[in-house]
Structures are given as structure tokens and as C-alpha cells.
């Protein structure tokens, strides 16, 4: 069966305007499409919490050239917090990747967005992160919380000695060859968002949040990410070891679930679109589904747990789709 006649035959997705999904085996590339919008693998969706890996894979790839370890303390990288600092001293750039960080989790949306879009904005936002302390030890816990990646970006960015986009970009982006992602709503090639029937205007992403959720990406983009990832396997490594302890909710890398079969999974989910990506390194097996309705997110789940089924017997299609993003 191909791609195109496997994504055909899944009803959740056929009143969803716009749909991509892609699939690469050992390299292989598939790509389908479906909606009364059209679109290809190389346009452009928001890809919301899938810029968890992105920003995840950057700073992995920055402390490796730098030859910092994971068990550094953050503030040891962030000393300009030292004075507000409440949080624990020990905690590390693994828990934080890891979500296992312990942190207070008081610094929402709106207080993100209310810290503007100047170039000391991500940095005031990782400052009023580790300001709010701790909730419990770091490790203790598992616990999905943006503020862990406003951390993680102003590292990156102060690592770098530029800003976080600049980082991302020189780190990641560029190297990778990843030309259809970016921050920047582009100028033709994007998909606009859907809830119902309703298209929805252009949503303006807060600056202080984007390394947890601001990109637009494709198919083709993140299907490379996917492939380069499994390619590295020093990388693929950190990435799939489970930072999290028996009783937490679900295994968890760093910016990925893990599933009981070595599946590496996430979805992202914004105000008219959602995205879910899988990964099973043992079989070269990458797939991505992005649609352009805030309704689709059950069906997109069900698409990629049903394509590695055959391969690992398991059904994880309600934990890509309850994964919190």
C-alpha cells in the first residue's frame, strides 16, 4: 500500500482542510497530501511543541562542540541570574531538556508575552523561571513545563554569544540544510490555521516562548530532522535514554516520549493546527503528520501509530494524541 492510499483511508482526516504526512524508511522518503486545500511536502505549518527537538537538538549539538557536559549546572552557564536565583544550584542542562527540572511552574503564557520582544526578553523570562524556585528536588519528577525550554533557549543563546533564532539558526538550521524552518510566517508558502469552519488569522507567537513552540516547518524539513537524527548516534543516544524514574507518568528522553518499543514520539498543538511526529530508531522509521485544524490531532495520532504498528505490535495512538504539549 502507498502513502497516499494509506493516508486516504484514515476517516478522522478527511474533513481536515489541509493534511501532509510523510514517512522515511532507512531514507526512503514518502510523502501524501489530502484536503480541499493544496498543499506539498515542502509547505509550511506551525509546528507548535515539535520546536521542543529543534531547540533540544541545538543545544546538544552546541555543548558538544563546546565540550560542556550535560551535568552542568544551568547557573553556571546562566551567571547573569545568579542574583535572582531561587531555584536549586544543582539543577542541571539534562534536567531541563529532560523535564524533570522540579521547577515552581509559574511563569504562563501571559507573563511571557507581557515581557516583549526586545533582545533581553528570553532572557528575562529564564530569569523569572528560576526565580519562582523549586517545587520539588530535581529528578524527583517528571513534569511538562515551557519554562524548562525559556531555560534551555537562553543557554543556547548565551552559549552562542547571540540570540536564540541566531543560535538555532548557525547551530542547527543551517548545518542541517533546513530551509523551509523558521520563525518567520512565510510569505507563500503557509498553511493557514482552522478551527471548524472558521479560518483563523495569522497568530502572533511571543518571542520569550519560541524555543518551546514558535516554528513553521514541513514535511520535508522535519523528515530530514528525523533522518539526521538517527544518523548521529552519539546524538540519537542522549536524546532516547530515559531521564525520567518507574512512577512517572510515561518515559521521557530529552524533548521526546519513548515508547514501549523504542518509539521516540511528541505532538504540538497551537490555535488551528497540530502536528505529531514518530521516530523507531531500530527500524530507520521516521513519519510526521501536519494539519491545519486544532480538531485533528486524534486522527493524526492514530495515522502514525498505525503506520509503525506493523512493525512493533504496539497501539500508541492515544498516547501520541494525550502526550502533553
Known amino acids: ?15 481536515v482542510p489541509a493534511v501532509a504526512a510523510g ?66 544550584p544543582g539543577l542541571t542542562v539534562e534536567q531541563i ?4 527540572s522540579g521547577l515552581r511552574e509559574s511563569v504562563d503564557a501571559d507573563t511571557a508575552r507581557a515581557l516583549g ?48 533564532e541566531d543560535a538555532l539558526t548557525h547551530s542547527l538550521l543551517e548545518p542541517w540544510a533546513l530551509s523551509r524552518t523558521g520563525f518567520a510566517t512565510p510569505p507563500h508558502d503557509a498553511v493557514t490555521g482552522w478551527d471548524g469552519r472558521d479560518a483563523l488569522p495569522p497568530l502572533a507567537y511571543p518571542r520569550t516562548r519560541r524555543p518551546s513552540g514558535g516554528l513553521w516547518s514541513s514535511v520535508s524539513d522535519l523528515l530530514t530532522v528525523g533522518e539526521r537524527l538517527l544518523a548521529d548516534r552519539a546524538l540519537l543516544t542522549e536524546v532516547r535514554t530515559p531521564r525520567t524514574r518507574p512512577d512517572d507518568p510515561h518515559p521521557y528522553g530529552l524533548g521526546w516520549a519513548l515508547g514501549p518499543s523504542g518509539q521516540m514520539y511528541l505532538n504540538g498543538r497551537l490555535p488551528g493546527y497540530r502536528a505529531a511526529m514518530l521516530l ?30 506493523p512493525l512493533t505490535g504496539d497501539d500508541l495512538g492515544t498516547a501520541i494524541d494525550a502526550f502533553a504539549a
Open 1 to 15: 500500500m502507498t502513502l497516499q492510499n494509506f493516508l486516504d483511508g484514515q476517516a478522522g482526516l478527511r474533513e
Open 23 to 88: 514517512l522515511s524508511v532507512a531514507g526512503t522518503r514518502s510523502v501524501a497530501t489530502r484536503g480541499t486545500v493544496e498543499v506539498t511536502a515542502d509547505s509550511c505549518f506551525r509546528i507548535a511543541s515539535l520546536t521542543k527537538v529543534f531547540t533540544c537538538l541545538a543545544l546538544l549539538r552546541t555543548l558538544r562542540e563546546k565540550d560542556v557536559p550535560l551535568s552542568t549546572p544551568v547557573i553556571d552557564l546562566l551567571p547573569g541570574l545568579a542574583g535572582d536565583w531561587r531555584a536549586d
Open 97 to 100: 531538556l529532560g523535564q524533570v
Open 117 to 164: 520582544a526586545g533582545p533581553a526578553a528570553l532572557h528575562e523570562a529564564a530569569r523569572l523561571v528560576v526565580a519562582a524556585g523549586n517545587d520539588r528536588e530535581p529528578g524527583a519528577r517528571w513534569s511538562y513545563y515551557n519554562g524548562n525550554y525559556f531555560l534551555a533557549g537562553a543557554v543556547l543563546a548565551t552559549l552562542s554569544g547571540t540570540s536564540y
Open 280 to 309: 523507531l530508531p531500530d527500524k530507520a522509521h521516521v513519519s510526521v503528520v501536519l494539519t491545519n485544524h486544532q480538531q485533528a490531532l486524534p486522527a493524526a495520532s492514530r495515522a502514525l501509530s498505525d503506520l509503525q504498528q
